[in-house]
């Protein structure tokens, strides 16, 4: 585990504003079953993990050399991706890769946010935007979501007047509640994008409407993805993920589709050579095994909706648990836990990590393997008794 008590000497000229922080990130804890960071439970299988060798063994004579700073062909790879997963087909410079869509994040904020600047998020929602807010010194200004956790649209579009963001951040669907975000809530999001004004801007700059598609490829299928608007509009930015459904959360691959205009933006402020050679390649190889990587992908969606009606068919303090519809591959649930952390400490006793995150009541899920699903249903009907 990480040692997060913030013993920083006084004598050190950290920044003010964040003097008193503490480093974010979920506990990375040695248990049998984790089902807390939404990741893929699913491993690569061996024919994959050869191809990541060959690749890697094939650049390694040149590692004394830079990588290619423009990542073409791995740009080449996203297209390629998109094309087949959400039926669009992207120029190169309509596409660009970094360390996780972490880093897209932050690529994003220091292109279009910065001091006197605002971000406009929908809570609850992932509790990273706040941070690459405080990072760039960007303001962050949220439009409450509604009790069922849907967009409140109106809310937004209201937020977007007023406060008159550079940057509406929605996530598609969102964490930590899994909620999808229709498309025709986005169309409407992204044309009033397209008229609004930005405080202390010229005339004729609207805000970019970012949307976080991390957990997309769960989605129903047969639903479009925002990708497909990029097209014909250059204030959208679209972020993707090789560490969810693809099952490649630990090389960190993320990817930006937008106009080339964001990308050329996002390029001005991105460290030279951030993609090393070693991720361009492991990322190449793991794209030419796209079948199966995505293979798991149907599979979770089934355990995801067995799991919900499982969890529904549950009690605490009398009461069914509540779970939050979801197209990702989490599930938000409970609603009514009055003792979130102690059923959350129970689940662990039995080796089951899970995560307390979202609203008061509430607790979040991953998705694993049946066998792990199995270990977790016995473990939470144990912990919810003993905690009642
Ligand atoms: N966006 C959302 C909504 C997420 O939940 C996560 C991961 N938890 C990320 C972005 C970042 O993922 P990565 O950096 O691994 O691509």
Same mark, same amino acid.
């Given at each position: 585990?990480?040692?997060?008590?913030?013993?920083i000497?006084?004598s050190?000229?950290l920044?003010?504003?964040l003097?008193?922080?503490?480093?974010y990130?979920?506990p990375?804890?040695?248990? @049998?079953?984790?089902l807390?960071?939404?990741e893929? @439970?699913?491993?690569?299988?061996?024919?994959?993990c050869?191809?990541?060798?060959?690749?890697v063994?094939?650049i390694?004579?040149?590692l004394?050399r830079?990588?290619?700073?423009?990542?073409?062909?791995?740009?080449?790879?996203?297209s390629?991706?998109?094309?087949?997963e959400?039926?669009t087909?992207?120029d190169?410079?309509?596409?660009?890769?970094a360390n996780?869509?972490?880093?897209?994040?932050?690529?994003?904020?220091?292109?279009?946010?910065g @001091?006197?600047?605002?971000?406009?998020g929908?809570?609850p929602? $992932?509790s990273m935007?706040?941070?690459y807010?405080?990072?760039?010194?960007t303001?962050?200004?949220?439009?409450?979501r509604?009790?069922?956790?849907?967009?409140?649209?109106?809310a937004v579009?209201?937020?977007?007047?007023q406060?008159?963001?550079s940057m509406?951040?929605?996530?598609?669907?969102?964490?930590p509640?899994g909620t999808p975000?229709p498309?025709?809530?986005?169309?409407?999001?992204?044309?009033?994008?397209e008229?609004?004004?930005v405080a202390g801007a010229?005339e004729?700059?609207?805000?970019i409407l970012?949307?976080?598609e991390?957990?997309?490829?769960f989605r129903k299928?047969?639903t479009?993805?925002?990708?497909s608007?990029?097209?014909?509009h250059p204030?959208?930015?679209?972020?993707r993920t090789?560490?969810?459904?693809?099952?490649?959360a630990?090389?960190?691959v993320?990817?930006?589709a937008a106009?080339?205009?964001?990308?050329?933006?996002?390029?001005?402020v991105?460290? @030279?050579y951030h993609l090393?050679a070693?991720?361009?390649?492991a990322?190449?190889?793991?794209f030419e095994?796209t079948?199966?990587q995505?293979s $798991?992908?149907g599979h979770?969606?089934d355990t995801?909706?067995?799991t919900?009606a499982?969890?529904q068919?549950q009690?605490?303090k009398?009461?069914p648990l509540?779970v939050?519809?979801?197209?990702?591959?989490f599930l938000l649930?409970g609603g009514h836990f009055?003792?979130?952390?102690?059923?959350f400490?129970e689940?662990?006793?039995r080796?089951v990590?899970?995560?307390?995150?979202?609203?008061?009541g509430w607790?979040r899920?991953?998705m694993?393997?049946?066998?792990?699903?199995?270990?977790?249903?016995?473990?939470?009907?144990?912990?919810?008794?003993?905690?009642?």
């Open positions: 585990t990480t040692d997060n008590s913030n013993a000497p006084a050190l000229p920044r003010n504003d003097v008193g922080e503490e480093p990130g979920a990375q804890l040695d248990v @049998p079953v984790c807390n960071v939404n893929n @439970p699913y491993a690569p299988d061996p024919a994959v050869d191809s990541i060798a060959r690749r063994r094939e390694a004579p040149t004394n830079y990588p290619d700073r423009e990542h073409i062909e791995l740009r080449q790879a996203f390629d991706y998109l094309a087949r959400s039926d087909r992207l190169v410079d309509e596409l660009w890769g996780g869509s972490n880093e897209i994040m932050l690529q994003l904020f220091q292109a279009f946010g @001091p006197g600047r605002t971000a406009l929908a809570d929602t $992932y935007y706040p941070e807010a405080r990072d760039t010194f303001g962050w200004q949220l439009a409450h509604n009790a069922d956790f849907t967009l409140d649209v109106d579009l209201e937020q977007i007047a406060v008159k963001p509406v951040l929605l996530t598609s669907p969102n964490n509640t975000l498309f025709e809530d986005i169309e409407r999001i992204l044309a009033a994008c008229t609004a004004e010229a004729g700059v609207h805000p970012v949307i976080d991390a957990y997309v490829e299928p047969g479009p993805s925002a990708v608007l990029i097209k014909n204030n959208l930015a679209v972020s090789m560490s969810k459904a693809f099952a490649f630990g090389a960190r993320g990817y930006l106009s080339k205009g964001i990308i050329d933006c996002v390029r001005i991105r460290m @030279p090393s070693v991720t361009q390649a990322a190449l190889a793991a095994h079948d199966e995505l $798991y992908v979770l969606r995801r909706e067995a919900a499982w969890l068919g009690t605490y009398g009461q509540e939050a519809e979801s197209g990702s591959n649930f009055d003792k979130r952390e102690a059923i400490d689940l662990l006793k080796g990590l899970i995560r307390v995150v979202g609203p008061d607790l899920v991953c694993g393997t049946d066998e792990e699903m199995e270990r977790f249903r016995n473990a939470l009907v144990e912990s919810l008794r003993i905690v009642e």
